[in-house]
């Protein structure tokens, strides 16, 4: 065998050697890429669902926080027309001092009630407290505000006992959940209703939405108006004629940015593990054809058997 098919037979040698590790280099990054890939499509989808999931979760809570704070005033608001006292003192004949011991201060204080008034058959307000204060508005601005659809339903619905009907109305500027019910005698011995209601508010303020969030562990629950929620989860607010006056939004907290802060560290040695790998890769391949090169211009150029430059190293 001569200098020349030595040569070659030893080039082939290192090319299908070369060509060997490059096929092995292949499959490794693309398996790696395609365990990365699969784990950020499954982190992603795992962060798409918390979210959905989180949203609808709080959206829930919020609604329940709300009904529940509703059935509580209703109830509230049948027991106290339900009452043949409250009846005499409040419908028959004024009595300003039970009044307030019964509806006024007393809601208030107990109950948390900021707005309570009776109204009479003939859409007069007889008597009105705010804050527990004895107030005076007037009945117009009471259905400007749209309380009548109320109003008009507790009336058609009194019968045996009373039915309350819970909405929310924009009085004097400020948002309420409101609860309105119509006085029936208790034993029904004194004819029908005569049309008198009552109604009970709760102003939708910071202490409310403050003990709604603690209660079912919402944080930032908070009131803006209707017009203004640019938040990604709000319920909005419409009085009885369908008309939005504010809206309860509250800020995204969801799983899925503590899922991901948690996996951002195996996510960033995974990346970091494979750019070492394929720069050790890609080094070795150099190297070895370097290798390849060095070895194979020695081969080509020196005598096999002495090691002297031969003929075509002499002509170059």
Same mark, same amino acid.
């Given at each position: 065998?001569?200098?020349?098919?030595?040569?070659?037979?030893?080039?082939?040698?290192?090319?299908? +050697?070369?060509?060997? %590790? &490059?096929?092995?280099?292949?499959?490794?990054?693309?398996?790696?890429?395609?365990?990365?890939?699969?784990?950020?499509?499954?982190?992603?989808?795992?962060?798409?669902? *918390? !979210?959905?999931?989180?949203?609808?979760?709080?959206?829930?809570? %919020?609604?329940?926080?709300?009904?529940?704070?509703?059935?509580?005033?209703?109830?509230?608001?049948?027991?106290?027309?339900?009452?043949?006292?409250?009846?005499?003192?409040?419908?028959?004949?004024?009595?300003?001092?039970?009044?307030?011991?019964?509806?006024?201060?007393?809601?208030?204080?107990?109950?948390?009630?900021?707005?309570?008034?009776?109204?009479?058959?003939?859409? &007069?307000?007889?008597?009105?407290?705010?804050?527990?204060?004895?107030?005076?508005?007037?009945?117009?601005?009471?259905?400007?505000?749209?309380?009548?659809?109320? %109003?008009?339903?507790?009336?058609?619905?009194?019968?045996?006992?009373?039915?309350?009907?819970?909405?929310?109305?924009?009085? &004097?500027?400020?948002?309420?959940? %409101?609860?309105?019910?119509?006085?029936? !005698?208790?034993?029904?011995?004194?004819?029908?209703?005569?049309?008198?209601?009552?109604?009970?508010?709760?102003?939708?303020?910071?202490?409310?939405?403050?003990?709604?969030?603690?209660?079912?562990?919402?944080?930032?629950?908070?009131?803006?108006?209707?017009?203004?929620?640019?938040?990604?989860?709000?319920?909005? #607010?419409?009085?009885? &004629?369908?008309?939005?006056?504010?809206?309860?939004?509250?800020?995204?907290?969801?799983?899925?940015?503590?899922?991901?802060?948690?996996?951002?560290?195996?996510?960033?040695?995974?990346?970091?593990?494979?750019?070492? #790998?394929?720069?050790?890769?890609?080094?070795?391949?150099?190297?070895?054809?370097?290798?390849?090169?060095?070895?194979?211009?020695?081969?080509?150029?020196?005598?096999? *058997?002495?090691?002297?430059?031969?003929?075509?190293?002499?002509? +170059?």
């Amino acid at each position: 065998m001569n200098d020349l098919e030595q040569t070659e037979r030893t080039a082939s040698s290192l090319v299908v +050697e070369s060509v060997r %590790v &490059r096929h092995a280099l292949v499959p490794i990054l693309l398996a790696l890429t395609l365990s990365l890939v699969t784990i950020g499509a499954l982190v992603l989808f795992a962060a798409v669902t *918390l !979210d959905r999931q989180d949203r609808a979760t709080t959206l829930q809570m %919020v609604e329940a926080g709300l009904t529940l704070e509703a059935g509580r005033l209703a109830q509230l608001a049948r027991d106290q027309t339900w009452w043949d006292e409250a009846i005499h003192n409040l419908v028959q004949t004024l009595d300003p001092e039970w009044a307030d011991d019964n509806i006024g201060s007393y809601l208030h204080d107990d109950y948390d009630i900021t707005l309570s008034l009776v109204l009479d058959r003939d859409e &007069r307000i007889v008597i009105a407290f705010v804050d527990g204060q004895e107030a005076h508005p007037r009945a117009r601005e009471l259905f400007d505000s749209g309380a009548r659809p109320l %109003v008009n339903a507790a009336r058609q619905a009194a019968g045996s006992a009373p039915k309350a009907f819970t909405g929310y109305l924009m009085f &004097r500027d400020r948002p309420y959940l %409101v609860a309105v019910s119509a006085f029936v !005698d208790e034993e029904a011995t004194h004819g029908p209703p005569d049309g008198a209601v009552l109604l009970l508010g709760q102003r939708l303020d910071t202490g409310l939405l403050a003990n709604l969030g603690a209660l079912f562990h919402i944080e930032g629950l908070g009131l803006v108006g209707a017009d203004t929620a640019t938040a990604e989860s709000w319920i909005l #607010l419409e009085d009885p &004629r369908g008309i939005a006056i504010a809206a309860l939004v509250w800020p995204q907290s969801t799983k899925a940015r503590s899922l991901l802060m948690l996996l951002l560290l195996p996510l960033g040695a995974v990346v970091v593990a494979v750019v070492l #790998l394929t720069w050790r890769f890609l080094a070795l391949e150099l190297s070895e054809r370097r290798r390849i090169q060095v070895l194979l211009t020695r081969l080509a150029t020196t005598d096999a *058997l002495t090691g002297i430059s031969n003929r075509r190293a002499f002509l +170059e």
